[in-house]
């Protein structure tokens, strides 16, 4: 398309190669390009079908909400929430938005019962939403701009090259688009909705497109639709967004002080006296998802909630 056009935005490159990349290939694990919290312990996905669990109950416990998943990856996160959510009483459907087939066939062994959707609109009407959506929102295609003037993407004899540099501002329409749609679905049918990424609290400049392939850093325009490529997410502009829906949109809270309020240190301390000979790798599993040096800071959580719905715990203060 370079070739023939001369130009793409960032966007569309970003867009076209996660599009190649996440369709031929489980792209997580050890073997794979990177990993994320849920594959790292399953804490992660514990807590987060605690705090979902917690508030439906709180929300009078309706038996026909839905556990909605974006972006599900291995369904390992999936996993680890609805066994804490199946104990507290919730027997609802479970419905995974996911384009990629490769991870699809993934998520079916894990999850028979589960059903795929392109977005949100496709759920059966009138499903109060839990929804979570862990190292999703990164996937999703930013532009950049350099004053008003939208960064591309061409050859430079065989090499691909950026057409302008300088002091970046990003945006993201497709961000834009999940985030109104997340707004305007848990306003209309109630719920609460959870969003984990890597980011920033307020809007700024800066190039936060990064490509990770064999867990290492890699060069953005190197190898196009081989890597991750992801951009740090913009919660600000996120909350905005979908703050339109008449939803109530929490502040964004660091990922570790979230963990830490809503109780990894007791399950932790269940786990290593469950479990002795793995306290040690319990231990560590904590420190990576909580430590301000690890994915504590970077990584921030957000809810939404619609009026009529409990605020989710681990919010304040
Ligand atoms: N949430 C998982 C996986 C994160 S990787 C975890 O935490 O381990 C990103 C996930 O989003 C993958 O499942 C990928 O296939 C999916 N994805 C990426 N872009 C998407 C899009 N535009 N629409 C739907 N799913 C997408």
Partial sequence: ???????????????????????????????????????????????????????????????????????????????????????????GSVHFVETSPVLRDVQRKLHPDAEWHENLVT????????????????????????GT????????GERLEFDVNGAIREDSPARDCVAWEIGAQINLRGGVALIIDYGHVKSGLGDTLQAVGAHRYADVLANPGEQDLTAHVDFEALGRVAAVGKVEVSRAVNQGEWLERLGIGERAAGLAKAHPERAEDVAAERKRLCDPEEMGELFKVMAVHSRAWPAPAGFDG
């Fill in 1 to 91: 398309m370079i070739r023939e056009r001369g130009l793409i935005s960032v966007e569309q490159y970003m867009g076209l190669c996660n599009a190649l990349y996440y369709a031929t290939r489980d792209p997580l694990g050890a073997a794979g390009d990177f990993t994320t919290a849920p594959e790292i312990s399953q804490m992660f996905g514990e807590i987060v079908g605690a705090a979902l669990a917690d508030c439906w109950l709180r929300a009078g416990a309706p038996a026909d909400a839905a556990f909605v998943e974006l972006g599900p990856g291995r369904g390992t996160l999936a996993t680890d929430a609805l066994r804490v959510l199946r104990q507290a009483g919730f027997a």
């Fill in 149 to 156: 003037k939208e960064r591309r993407i061409l050859f430079e």
């Fill in 123 to 146: 759920i059966p009407e009138g499903k109060p939403l839990l929804l979570v959506a862990n190292e999703f929102i990164d996937a999703l295609p930013i532009r950049q701009w350099i």
